[in-house]
């Protein structure tokens, strides 16, 4: 072979050998542009969900039907960066043992990629070690207990309304400020739901702490809760701090109108829906009452040329025609999704678990359509209460009426 020949041979080698390099240099970051743990796929992304659509507390079961419907549309819009959501929920009927039997399928069968807005406080609790020891994200818990933002205790789960003991301390400066010498009767449930609440109220009230004269329990698979209605009004409190769950609530509400017992009457925010609970109890019967909200209600006439309301109406309109648009329990879920819609497009292409939390944990002055304008989402590894401000609000017969300005409990 000539020389001419031979050098011809090794820069054709040359040009062949910088190619390869360039292909396996390119290689890997092209692999990395595209990263998935159990559940993700280039043409989806499962999520789970846990929800009483039985049970004492099915009328929340509406929640997770709205966050189905509202994943329908966004693919239908095109997806999450082109992946559908596969969002497969489960009955668990408020029933701990019975979340964790559909929650252990949910990771272990149906290997979703994060569970999301499993409700309720005792049904959380009973999977959330379980859950953090799998390393599973659980996002925007349907649920209010203290322990959901421990993120040392545990990282892999975040809660999204605010805490029950911020928003029930609330109440307790209020009445402390507003109240200062009336004697306060509460109502909660015997479990973690109505010991955090409980505490937070009792913090709120400070030094006012002595003015409650009776406190009583309930259990929440009793039919009613008339006698402890009964022994609440016969303790001459006039000051009534109601904590029951929507079921309840709504008993307590009625109750109290037929034994014409009429307190000042504090109402726990999980229980602010007219539909599912003050309809039920009778709107006369339900007049005055405080409580707190973080969201809009689609019915007050404030938002009327609200974007976000505007939003809201056109997806109730298309895809739960027929429900209840002014439903508290709908908006949730339509706030609850749209965030976890939110984080979901921050992942990208990195859509392993990690990295779901990362971005959990970076939300910055989020706001959703139906939030009140002053509530946005917060957090950071250190901080995994999303939801933080609420303004106490009065019913006025037919629809919540807010007053004074939005605040923090914590």
Known sequence: MSRHARAARFAYFDIAL???IGLAIAAPSTAQEKRYDPGASDAVIKIGNTAPYSGPLSSNGIIARTEGAFFKMINEQGGVNGREIEFI???DAYSPPKTVEQTRKLIESDEVLLLFNQLGTPTTMSVIKYVNAKK???LFIAAGGTIFGDQKTYPWSMGFQPSYQSETRIYGRYLRENYPTGKIAVLSSNDDFGRDNIKGLKD?????????????TYETSAPTIDSELVRLKFSGASIFVNFASAKFAAQAIKKAAEIGWKPVHILHGNSQSISAVLKPAGLENARDIITASYSKDPAD?????DPGLKRFSDFMAKYMPGEDKNNFYVVYG??????LVEVLGRCKDDLTRANIM?????LNQVHLDMLL???????????HYPIEQMQLQKFDGQNWVRFGSAMKGR
Request: charged share 20%; no cysteine; hydrophobic share 45%.
């Open 18 to 20: 910088t190619m390869l």
């Open 89 to 91: 929920s489960y009955d």
């Open 136 to 138: 599973v994200p659980q």
């Open 204 to 216: 709120g009230l400070g030094d006012a702490v002595g003015n409650i004269v009776a406190e009583v």
């Open 301 to 305: 006439a404030a938002w009327k040329d």
């Open 334 to 339: 339509y706030n609850a999704a749209q965030a």
């Open 358 to 362: 990362r971005q959990a944990e970076a």
């Open 373 to 383: 304008p002053d509530v946005t989402l917060s957090t950071s590894p250190a901080d």
